[in-house]
């Protein structure tokens, strides 16, 4: 079986500057690869790409035996098949954290109203908060957020996760939390692209390790490589920065 | 407006000064309710409300859902369409409303009969027409503003989840967006209130017309137009007080966001 996600030279533009560089890279079925590199180095641009939010330049994507192009309609292709989490949670503050799970599923998959709240709590369950299904989200605490921002995602059932830096806006006792939740995700199969800065996770979990800089790949490593021997300057560098503060 | 606020600080300044009409007297006769004649000159006045009411309540109604599809447009990434809103915004909101009023009652039909429909204009629907045309302009504007202030990250996050534009407008960006809308429509409102006195020139009886039409046979412009005022305050504070128990209502549900 051929990879889910394939990248061949995508590249990316705002305005002049280039967000991303002749960008090449498979993801197969049940792989997690953990994507890093400093800030603007286009992390976050490539796995907006793969879920649409941004529209490619040049080069070919295929998602999901899709080629995506920027015609609309291929994007619906892998609607709902594909889902994010943000840095930011982005939940809808005015819905209860059930509603903001089951939108997605009753809106978009068509789904009973009933199904979807079965399917919300059973993925309230499986992010450990069952009890705060009633809350709106502004009550609840940023690793909490995150963990329903999860769980919304997750009711889609989707092939594919993009995590786009989920730990970067939390306090540093929640990290944890939120880790543990997506490390389970790991465990169980699913396929997964996740931008972090969170090497502790990226050792335990990933089975490859990218490194990017300045809109390019620069380094694609086992995980247990990447950290005894990294390959060029630049991701020595970056390490010796995350590691040894 | 300006003419009924400097009649409104002249009447205070005579009454201060203890002056009043060519007689003398304060000539509260006119609307004295425990005399026939003063009884009869008050129940034609206040008969104007149900018709400034019933003005404003659809022109404010049609100017609602008017500048909602003017407003949505401009939210497009096709500058075709956001140009369509722009025009559509710079004009109507440059004409003022008098000339307006006098276009949509006396042109309008004769641009009808050119074409060979039958179409009549009375006072009324000329002056809801226009009402609501006007101020549709400034309703765009405020929706515009309103949705805009929705972060990016809502709008995307409703695109991963699966939902169509229209979806997403409609279960994410619409709902928040209106608790920041509603203030400044409740202004518009009462503006379309205050401006419906217009509609006394092209003959509608509302309101002002009564109250100049009381003025020419009685020739009490003071009491008479003192009164006028007061109908309005009363209309305008039954208006505010409506609105701030809506948003009160409004705000402690929404009181968990963030």
């Known amino acids: 079986m051929g990879p889910v996600i394939e990248m061949r030279e995508v590249s990316k533009y705002f305005g002049s500057f280039k967000a991303l560089n002749s960008v090449n890279l498979e993801v197969s079925k049940g792989e997690k690869v953990v994507v890093c590199g400093p800030s603007g180095s286009g992390k976050s641009t490539l796995v ?33 098949k594909v889902s994010m989490v943000f840095q930011q949670f982005n939940l809808f503050p005015h819905l209860s954290v059930l509603d903001n799970l089951i939108l997605g599923p009753t809106k978009a998959l068509g789904l009973s109203r009933k199904d979807a709240l079965d399917r919300a709590y059973m993925f309230l369950e499986r992010v450990k908060i069952p009890e705060q299904a009633d809350k709106k989200p502004g009550l609840l605490s940023g690793g909490q957020q995150q963990r329903v921002a999860i769980a919304r995602a997750l009711c889609l059932e989707p092939e594919i996760m993009l995590f786009d830096e989920p730990t970067s806006a939390l306090d540093p006792e929640m990290i944890a939390e939120v880790l543990d939740v997506i490390l389970d995700l790991a465990k169980e199969g699913m396929t997964m692209v996740v931008v972090t800065h969170e090497m502790g996770f990226a050792r335990k979990a990933a089975d490859r390790v990218i490194f990017m800089d300045e809109g390019e790949i620069l380094e694609e490593n086992t995980p247990t490589n990447f950290f005894k021997k990294p390959q060029t300057e630049r991701s020595k560098l970056f390490l010796n920065q995350v590691l040894n503060y | 407006m300006n003419f009924c606020i400097r009649l409104f600080i002249v009447s205070i300044f005579l009454l201060l000064a203890g002056c009043s009409g060519e007689s003398g007297n304060w000539g509260w006769y006119v609307i004295d309710p425990s005399t026939k004649s003063g009884w009869t000159n008050i129940k034609f006045l206040v008969g104007g409300f149900g018709a400034t009411i019933l003005v404003s309540l659809l022109a404010a109604f049609i100017s609602i859902i008017l500048g909602l599809i003017v407003a949505l447009p401009s939210l497009s990434s096709s500058w075709i369409l956001r140009s369509c809103n722009r025009i559509y915004v710079e004009f109507i909101r440059a004409i003022p409303l008098l000339p307006m009023l006098f276009w949509v009652f006396y042109g309008l039909p004769v641009i009808f009969k050119s074409l060979g429909l039958q179409v009549e204009i009375d006072a ?16 765009a504007e405020i929706y515009r503003a309103g949705i805009q202030s929705i972060a990016k990250g809502q709008r995307e996050a409703a695109q991963t989840i699966g939902l169509s534009y229209f979806q997403s407008m409609r279960y994410v960006i619409f709902p928040q967006a209106l608790r920041r809308i509603l203030p400044p429509l409740a202004n518009q409102f009462i503006y379309i209130v205050k401006m419906s006195a217009f509609a006394s020139v092209i003959g509608m009886q509302e309101l002002t017309r009564r109250a100049n039409e009381i003025v020419v046979t009685e020739y009490r412009p003071l009491e008479i137009y003192t009164l006028l005022i007061f109908e309005y305050l009363v209309l305008v504070l039954v208006i505010s007080f409506g609105v701030r128990w809506l948003e009160k209502k409004l705000g402690s549900n929404e009181s968990n966001m963030n």
């Open chain 1, 48 to 80: 907006r790409c793969i879920s649409r939010l941004e529209k490619h330049d040049e080069g070919t994507l295929e998602v999901l035996g899709s080629i995506l192009t920027n015609d609309e309609k291929t994007s619906r292709a892998i609607k709902s």
């Open chain 2, 124 to 139: 009324f629907w000329g002056a809801v027409i226009t009402l609501a045309v006007s101020d549709s302009a400034f309703t």
